[in-house]
């Protein structure tokens, strides 16, 4: 990896500053969008299955029912966030601040309730499509019954997780009828792994980090027949159920009177772990907006997985300890030293650019976040408070070459809160406190 090491970028890394960076490969969606292995098609296909599970996601979890079985959240302004941000920067910051608020979607409080969700969906209707228990065109409300839950009784779902993920396809799983297998990495937090063993989840603790939890899985998975083994480090099915958020996010911006076109940007900055779930809905906004939409990741200081993957163009070829960085941080969800290896590469021409956050900073907005406007995250979910200030400060050329200087005042800024709303109260106290310590 020597050959990285007089690289600046790569150096701000391993130094763990706080570094911003913008994609010298981004090129016009236009001129990639024929080439992608994905299309709108594919992220229609999802969301119509979605669909068709609405009736039954309503009928077995509750909450979910008020939005007749689609799991969305809201995206709300945050003026008061907004504010804060201005007097820290010392400048206004000109057009709105929203928040999309998946720390809230139902049944896993995070934004992996989008595609784990979404991939053990799939999975359950391909068997019982195959095993002819479901027929094309039937009421989906059907897999609340013994006879599906006995066919998926003879079928195991297994998949490695920092924590979120595997609540997410843990508590779906689990709820269909099937055997479920969670490897937990080491950053996975207790409360996390005790409450998917109430769901009757098999949780698997390990001690080393999360490529090794999924590496576990999927070895434990060949090994038996009636397995199957959602993969995070390369699943095109949870990329494609993340991806759906951007029809979603398009319909609420179009209720809210909200314009996305040359005239009016749209910046999205979302917090990236292994990639799936920031890559996803990338992939659709790009689908939907084009290049109106401006779209970053955040991740920690302590593993910034993606961030080196694109800069070396080595992707999922290097990890961040080949460089001596731990991958230890308080933000669970992003503790990802080795990235996805088919997100990287797709986002290599789409993806603005990306950004570390350090973990006392996240902290800090957790606690800031919480004052303004009495909003409660995890430290994963902060990452993307950051990005506007870091676009109004270090973006001055990416604006520049994109002719949107002028255009700001009429900007639109989403920062995707990833999860938080499951966290018990003892914990959420200690976050806040921690950073209320260090403002
Ligand atoms: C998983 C997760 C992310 C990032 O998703 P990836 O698919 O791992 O990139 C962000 N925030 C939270 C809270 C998460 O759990």
């Not at 701000?12 to 969008?33: G, Y």
């Not at 228990?133 to 006879?147: H, K, V, W």
């Not at 009016?264 to 939907?288: E, N, S």
Request: proline content about 4%.
């Amino acid at each position: 990896m020597s050959e990285f090491t007089t690289n600046p970028v790569v150096q701000s890394l391993v130094a763990l500053n706080e570094t911003t960076w913008f994609n010298p490969k981004k090129v016009a969606f236009e001129s990639v969008q024929g080439q992608l292995p994905l299309q709108m098609s594919d992220m229609q296909d999802a969301a119509d299955r979605l669909s068709r599970f609405a009736p039954y996601l309503a009928l077995v979890f509750p909450d979910t029912a008020v939005n007749h079985g689609i799991i969305e959240s809201e995206l709300k302004p945050i003026p008061a966030m907004q504010s804060v941000l201005s007097d820290l920067m010392g400048a206004d910051i000109e057009g709105r601040l929203l928040m999309k608020c998946d720390n809230q979607l139902p049944i896993a409080g995070s934004i992996k309730a989008r595609g784990g969700i979404y991939e053990v969906l799939l999975h359950a209707e391909r068997l019982a499509l195959a095993s002819g228990l479901l027929r094309e065109g039937d009421d989906y409300r059907t897999f609340d019954s013994d006879a599906f839950r006995a066919l998926f009784s003879a079928h195991q779902i297994v998949v490695g997780s920092t924590g979120n993920l595997g609540l997410s396809i843990g508590t779906m799983s689990a709820k269909l009828g099937f055997k479920v297998t969670v490897h937990m990495s080491a950053d996975a937090r207790e409360w996390k792994k005790a409450l998917l063993e109430s769901k009757g989840v098999n949780v698997v603790e390990h001690t080393a980090d999360y490529s090794v939890a999924v590496e576990q899985g999927r070895q434990e998975a060949e090994q038996d027949d009636s397995a199957y083994f959602i993969d995070d480090e390369d699943s095109t099915s949870l990329f494609l159920g993340y991806s759906v958020a951007a029809l979603r996010l398009q319909k609420q911006l179009n209720e809210q009177g909200i314009l996305v076109d040359a005239d009016h940007p749209l910046f999205v900055y979302l917090p990236c772990g292994v990639g799936g779930a920031p890559g996803g809905i990338t992939f659709g906004l790009k689908q939907v907006f084009g290049d109106h939409v401006h779209c970053f990741f955040a991740e920690p200081t302590h593993s910034p997985c993606m961030l080196l993957g694109m800069e070396t163009g080595l992707h999922s070829k290097i990890a961040v300890q080949d460089l001596g960085i731990d991958n230890l941080t308080c933000a669970d969800g992003l503790a990802v030293g080795r990235p996805s290896a088919f997100v990287g590469p797709m986002m290599d021409q789409l993806l603005s650019g990306a950004y570390t956050v350090s973990d006392d900073n996240m902290h800090r907005y957790l606690t800031m976040l919480a004052d303004a406007e009495s909003i409660q995250v995890e430290p994963s979910a902060t990452a993307g408070l950051v990005g506007v200030m870091r676009l109004l400060t270090s973006g001055r050329d990416y604006l520049k070459s994109h002719q949107l200087e002028d255009k700001m005042p009429q900007a639109t800024h989403i920062m995707w809160a990833t999860g938080g709303d499951l966290v018990p109260d003892e914990e959420r106290e200690a976050y806040y406190s921690y950073g209320k310590a260090l403002l």
